[in-house]
């Protein structure tokens, strides 16, 4: 099992829609999760950050947690051509060392 | 505000050359930093961390290695390239949430 497993896609989504981005980890200690955006040819730029079992919100992002099913997933409300990247979920396992799954690439057709 | 110089932004070397690409960062001091590779379309791999001058940790044995030779700059190097050196090589530092924040990247190829 890896460490950190992410559906590669592509997720193709109309704009307006709602896009699901989902995320499993092995390490039932992790404390930290987080979310990043990348571009194509760009460095990933942090965009979530959830601690906390349940629902945290920041404008049309809602990152979800669920340490007992060892499972977090990021949701895109209204979602925009500009979201069009890959996202990488990235859980602090071990402590505090992050760990990327391989990213799903999202693609928003106007 | 905190922010990271990566040099140079692209870089085409011959297999066997030497390297050396450097991170620095502004606005903070004895940051933890981490030099990470992205293969084409790979997730990222963590080849170094440094919680200060002097201290690095490997994650993977490899043909590379790091340096920290002052508190804010950290530096990848290699002796002799091989082709699968190539990747986009990222450095980024530690925040207080334990998110880490990243760099511009340097792309390296190496034919």
């Known amino acids: 099992q890896k460490e950190v497993e992410q559906n590669s896609g592509p997720l193709s989504v109309p704009e307006g829609a709602i896009a699901s981005l989902n995320c499993t980890y092995s390490?039932?200690?992790?404390?930290?999760f987080f979310w990043y955006r990348q571009y194509s040819g760009k460095s990933p730029e942090l965009i979530m950050s959830?601690?906390?079992?349940g629902d945290k919100e920041d404008g049309r992002f809602t990152a979800q947690l669920n340490k007992a099913s060892q499972y977090v997933s990021l949701l895109i409300r209204d979602s925009q051509p500009s979201d069009s990247a890959t996202y990488l979920c990235?859980?602090?396992?071990?402590?505090?060392?992050?760990?990327f799954g391989a990213g799903t690439i999202l693609r928003v057709k106007s | 505000s905190q922010t990271i110089h990566q040099w140079p932004a692209t870089l085409v070397q011959p297999v066997g050359s030497p390297l050396s690409l450097e991170c620095t960062v502004e606005?903070?001091?004895?940051?933890?930093l981490y030099w990470y590779r992205q293969a084409a379309g790979r997730g990222l791999q963590l080849l170094f961390y440094?919680?200060?001058?002097?201290?690095i940790s490997s994650e993977v044995p490899q043909n590379l290695s790091a340096s920290r030779p002052q508190d804010r700059q950290f530096i990848l190097s290699s002796k002799k390239l091989l082709l699968s050196d190539s990747g986009f090589y990222l450095c980024?530092?530690?925040?207080?949430?334990?998110?880490?924040?990243f760099g511009p990247g340097t792309r390296l190829t190496v034919l």
């Open positions: 990235a859980p602090a396992l071990y402590g505090n060392k992050l760990v």
């Open positions: 390490d039932r200690g992790s404390q930290s």
């Open positions: 959830i601690y906390s079992n």
């Open positions: 606005g903070t001091s004895n940051p933890n």
């Open positions: 440094s919680v200060g001058i002097g201290q």
């Open positions: 980024a530092r530690l925040a207080s949430g334990n998110e880490q924040f």
